[in-house]
T-cell receptor
Framework: AQKITQTQPGMFVQEKEAVTLDCTYD???????LFWYKQPSSGEMIFLIY??????QNATEGRYSLNFQKARKSANLVISASQLGDSAMYFC????????????FGSGTRLQVQP | ETGVTQTPRHLVMGMTNKKSLKCEQH?????MYWYKQSAKKPLELMFV???????ENNSVPSRFSPECPNSSHLFLHLHTLQPEDSALYLC??????????????FGPGTRLTVL
């Protein structure tokens, strides 16, 4: 079974609008962390936002927020006021357990922001 | 230079060649990682190093040989590769502080083509 599922291969959004990128995860470990990364065409993976499994509040970082629904095992990324520079691949990732370092990535969503 | 750097950015090699990928982090981190990103596949973890010691090997073929001489440098030695090894190879580093988020920061990647 896939650990991280991103069901939207591609998304379009108009500039200045908000967009939600979906991510569901599968783990039986009570301690885990969820990450979102952005990958522009240049290839570099850019860290956006983090949510810990014990965090009570949804994470926010500027225009990025994470809609964390623990019971549903979903961690959707919300980008507000989209900009042309937001066009990129977006990856959801999870690290399970304390002490483990490795991340498991989803297949990604390609976001295209239209003027 | 800042962040995580990788050289070369692009590499074309024959199946009988021997080459090395280099990664350097300027963040004072203690953990370093190699990931492989193939077309239409999620990012796959290859190796993890903590304080120069290899702690994870994700069943990587022996034609990939990592080396971590210190916490700032990580190499991936390549020999007798196959065309299916063509991919983007990403290096990452993280602080590895206990109790922290331990976010991984990525370099720009090396685009490898095996002929």
């Amino acid at each position: 079974a896939q650990k991280i599922t991103q069901t939207q291969p591609g998304m379009f959004v108009q500039e200045k609008e908000a967009v939600t990128l979906d991510c569901t995860y599968d783990t039986s470990d009570p301690s885990y962390g969820l990450f979102w990364y952005k990958q522009p065409s240049s290839g570099e993976m850019i860290f956006l936002i983090y949510q810990g499994s014990y965090d009570q509040q949804n994470a926010t970082e500027g225009r990025y927020s994470l809609n964390f629904q623990k019971a549903r095992k979903s961690a959707n990324l919300v980008i507000s006021a989209s900009q042309l520079g937001d066009s990129a691949m977006y990856f959801c990732a999870m690290r399970e357990g304390r002490g483990r370092r490795a991340l498991t990535f989803g297949s990604g969503t390609r976001l295209q922001v239209q003027p | 230079e800042t962040g995580v750097t990788q050289t070369p950015r692009h590499l074309v090699m024959g199946m009988t060649n021997k080459k090395s990928l280099k990664c350097e982090q300027h963040l004072g981190h203690n953990a370093m990682y190699w990931y492989k990103q193939s077309a239409k596949k999620p990012l796959e973890l290859m190796f993890v190093y903590n304080f120069k010691e290899q702690t994870e090997n994700n069943s990587v073929p022996s034609r990939f040989s990592p080396e971590c001489p210190n916490s700032s440098h990580l190499f991936l030695h390549l020999h007798t590769l196959q065309p299916e090894d063509s991919a983007l190879y990403l290096c990452a580093s993280s602080p590895r502080t206990s109790g922290g988020v331990d976010t991984q920061y990525f370099g720009p990647g090396t685009r490898l083509t095996v002929l």
